[in-house]
Structures are given as C-alpha cells and as structure tokens.
C-alpha cells in the first residue's frame, strides 16, 4: 500500500517536467519569432533565449530530483 503511495507521488512531483518542456517550447518560439522581425539583434536574443532556457530546465531538474527522492525514501 504503501509503495503505491510512492508511486503516486514521484508521477506527480514528475509533472512539473510537463511545465518545463512547455516553457522551454515558450522560450524557443520567442526566440524565432523575435528573430524574424528583427534579425540585427539574434546574438543578444540567443544569449537570453539561453539563459531562459537554462532556467526552465533547472525547474524540470528539480521537479525530477524531487520524484527521485520521494519515490527511493
């Protein structure tokens, strides 16, 4: 019973991935669009669309660490 409840709760510590892969999606899809109308500035957008990105996967590093740590306690 109660590894189930571990199981349970590491899938949904894990569904902070889903908003990760969106935000990185977000991040990227500024970037191109930012781009295509203003193709002059793409060194500094690609530097800060990094930057974005980089923070939105350490969230997603996160929300898996913590399900690793819930579901091996």
């Given at each position: 019973?109660?590894?189930?409840?571990k199981y349970?709760?590491?899938?949904?510590?894990?569904?902070?991935l889903?908003?990760?892969?969106?935000g990185?999606?977000?991040?990227?899809q500024?970037l191109?669009v930012?781009?295509a109308?203003?193709?002059?500035?793409r060194?500094?957008?690609?530097?800060?669309?990094?930057?974005?990105?980089?923070?939105?996967?350490a969230i997603?590093?996160f929300?898996l660490?913590?399900?690793?740590?819930?579901?091996?306690?």
């Open positions: 019973m109660i590894q189930g409840f349970l709760g590491a899938g949904l510590a894990s569904s902070g889903i908003g990760a892969g969106i990185i999606g977000l991040v990227f500024g191109f930012a781009t109308r203003n193709p002059s500035l060194s500094y957008l690609f530097s800060t669309a990094i930057l974005g990105f980089a923070l939105a996967e997603g590093l929300s660490m913590l399900s690793f740590l819930i579901l091996y306690s």
